[in-house]
């Protein structure tokens, strides 16, 4: 826990200094999503044998798995944002013999790059992310044939993302936020037990609300790009 108390620490550190000092807009909001793990199918392991990394979405204990958090980000330039993003949920998987559950939890601190020069005036913006962070994970895994236990794992992994996303404007203060991406996590763990591999890729789409609070004007450099958006 101390990991990702490091994260929250910084991020609110970074927002308190950003807002005072240069008088940026901070924007936070609600958001939900799947979660579906992409299975990497048969990999070696160290001891000679072999294994089925499960994938989501295949089996009768393979579910449509969601996710619940929040999201928030801090304009640095019209262009550029800090991004902060969490999400907690459950995935699962399954292959012919065995199938696993486990709650995550998915934290991540991210830079943000608009399309185009983004600002209130903005109907729809586009951009691509790009996060590390931390997730931790509480994970069983089960025989399929009588629901026996197999193993079990839990512990926290670091993680790098990459996604791509969308801002609708609903108004001034409000938008529309839709995203897709994929978080890979540096532990084999996530589903029930440790192949000592590269980590699980995990895909996610999600849709939220956002809220922005401005708290001032455009830092002095800016203004050009500002107008540029006006007259689109």
Do not use: C
């Amino acid at each position: 826990m101390k990991y990702l108390s490091s994260i929250l620490i910084l991020f609110i550190i970074a927002v308190t200094t950003s807002l005072h000092a240069q008088n940026r807009s901070f924007n936070i909001g609600l958001q939900a999503g799947s979660i579906y793990d992409i299975g990497k199918g048969v990999i070696g392991q160290s001891n000679g044998f072999t294994d089925v990394d499960m994938k989501g979405w295949k089996g009768d204990y393979a579910k449509f798995d969601l996710g619940y958090g929040l999201s928030a980000s801090l304009d640095i330039k019209t262009r550029l944002a800090l991004d902060f993003d969490l999400l907690f949920g459950q995935t699962t998987g399954q292959s012919e013999e065995q199938y696993y559950e486990s709650a995550l939890g998915m934290y991540n601190l991210g830079f943000r790059t608009y399309f185009r020069p983004h600002s209130d005036t903005n109907r729809v913006n586009g951009y691509i992310n790009l996060g590390l962070g931390m997730t931790t994970y509480d994970a069983k895994r089960y025989f399929v044939l009588d629901n026996g236990l197999f193993s079990k794992t839990n512990g926290v992994g670091f993680n790098n993302s990459v996604e791509l996303g969308m801002l609708i404007g609903l108004s001034k203060t409000v938008k529309l936020q839709i995203s897709y991406g994929i978080l890979h996590t540096y532990s084999d763990a996530l589903d029930g037990y440790d192949n000592l591999k590269a980590g699980d890729p995990i895909m996610r789409a999600k849709i939220g609300l956002v809220y922005s609070f401005k708290t001032g004007g455009i830092v002095e450099g800016e203004a050009s790009e500002v107008d540029e958006v006006k007259t689109e």
